[in-house]
């Protein structure tokens, strides 16, 4: 149980890691700072992959 609490734990810390490279790339996107904005889009899209997977994982650990 301890496991899938820290997994739950890594899901939010990816969850706002997703957020904050969202509003990089709106940001920068605003700006027009167009390579900013593109690699803050594939930061945004890979910390959403890594959360939700991680989100799996600690569900699958906590349904057995």
């Given at each position: 149980m301890a496991r899938a609490?820290?997994?739950?734990?890594?899901?939010?810390?990816?969850a706002f890691l997703t957020l904050f490279f969202a509003g990089i790339a709106a940001a920068a996107y605003s700006a027009e700072a167009w390579v900013i904005a593109i690699a803050a889009g594939v930061l945004?899209?890979?910390?959403?992959?890594?959360?939700?997977r991680t989100f799996r994982a600690a569900r699958?650990?906590?349904?057995?």
């Open positions: 609490a820290q997994r739950r734990a890594q899901g939010v810390l990816f945004t899209l890979w910390m959403a992959g890594l959360a939700i699958e650990e906590i349904a057995g």
